[in-house]
């Protein structure tokens, strides 16, 4: 146990408590964008269904690095959308299909992993042509409007010239089908945005969205405000000393500028501070979950030393030799 662990601490409660504070969604600038690009995609297609006409869809490219927020974005944006069906149980129409890129990928495998999201796993071996055939049959068979994949980089990382280009070429035809055009929405690392520029017609059929890192200058007082609401919906009082701007910055560099980690950063030093039993959320709560995520010693640790801008906060059980350059 912690030094500064209470004894008296009820697990059960605090647990509650973080498990709200993870069910929480924050909105953001991206998030408004995607949705903005998401809605006119989604309106524009029923509006060309109602019309009669098939033209080809469109879709959207999301990047940006592990932990800035994208799955969170799309499991809020599907979920929570007012007019869109998901897959469900026993009802055949589905607006969207969402799933994440099986590893390995290949053309096969992601074709498997369609059909086994739209509720039609195949259980004998077939070729990734009839596969996808398949797929398409299953998309306009339960009127899918969109499909999502998830960790797209690893759709074509590792690939030969012509599995890459194999995977390029079905994601066009399944935008430009004759019967029925599916947009296609891709989510992933960095690497992601050279690769669909690979095909200038795949490229031109897709809306960029970057979730770019944050900084103090773009979004420190989004995340001075947001460490405000989570303290305050786990009832703690956040010390005045960590709305500072010296500590935010502090903050946003040990979360390596990502929103998404800089939320899980606030939610571990609130869970330091309920179980030490405080009613503060204190700069001491964010040493603690630094040291808690990291494994390092204090002076590794931004929330400890003056050296903080030079540590890399991603590496674990750092030592000073793999902690970033002095
Ligand atoms: N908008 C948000 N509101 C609340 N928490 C978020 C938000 N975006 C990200 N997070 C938190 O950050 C974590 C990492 O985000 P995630 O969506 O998995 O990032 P990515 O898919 O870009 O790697 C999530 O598990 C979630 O806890
Ligand atoms: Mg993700």
Redesign the pocket.
């Known amino acids: 146990m912690n030094s500064t662990e209470n004894p008296a601490v009820d697990f059960a409660a605090v647990s509650r408590i973080i498990s709200d504070l993870?069910a929480?969604?924050?909105?953001?600038d991206r998030?408004h964008d995607l949705r903005m690009q998401f809605d006119r995609l989604l309106y524009r297609r029923r509006a060309d269904i109602e019309a009669g006409y098939q033209s080809d869809s469109y879709g959207i490219v999301v990047t940006?690095?592990?932990?800035?927020?994208?799955?969170?974005?799309f499991l809020?944006l599907f979920g929570h959308h007012p007019d869109l069906m998901q897959l469900q149980e026993r009802v055949v129409e589905a607006h969207v299909v969402s799933l994440q890129v099986p590893s390995p990928a290949t053309l096969k495998s992601v074709g498997m992993s369609c059909l086994h999201a739209l509720g039609y796993p195949l259980s004998r071996d077939r070729t990734a042509m009839i596969v996808w055939q398949l797929v398409q049959h299953h998309l306009q068979a339960r009127r899918v409007l969109f499909i999502h994949l998830?960790e797209a980089q690893d759709l074509f990382v590792r690939r030969g010239g012509n599995e890459m280009q194999a995977v390029i070429n079905t994601l066009k035809s399944v935008m430009q089908n004759s019967s029925w055009p599916v947009g296609v929405i891709l989510s992933g690392t960095e690497e992601l945005k050279e690769l669909v520029n690979v095909d200038k017609q795949l490229s031109r059929r897709l809306y960029p969205i970057e979730?770019q890192q944050i900084s103090w200058t773009s979004h420190g007082r989004d995340v001075r405000d947001i460490l405000k609401g989570y303290s305050a919906a786990a009832g703690l009082q956040p010390a005045g000393q960590i709305c500072e701007p010296t500590f935010v910055r502090r903050l946003i560099h040990s979360a390596s500028h990502e929103?998404?980690?800089v939320?899980?950063l606030i939610i571990g030093a609130i869970e330091e501070a309920l179980f030490r039993g405080g009613k503060d959320l204190d700069w001491l709560d964010f040493r603690l979950a630094f040291q808690r995520k990291s494994g390092c010693v204090d002076g590794l640790n931004p929330f400890v030393t003056d050296n903080w801008k030079a540590i890399d906060p991603l590496v674990l059980l750092p030592t000073e030799k793999l902690a970033g350059p002095a």
């Not at 929480?24 to 953001?28: G, L």
């Not at 940006?64 to 974005?73: D, E, L, Q, V």
């Open positions: 993870e929480r969604f924050v909105s953001h998030f940006g690095n592990a932990g800035s927020g994208k799955s969170t974005a809020r998830d979730f929103l998404g980690l939320i899980k």
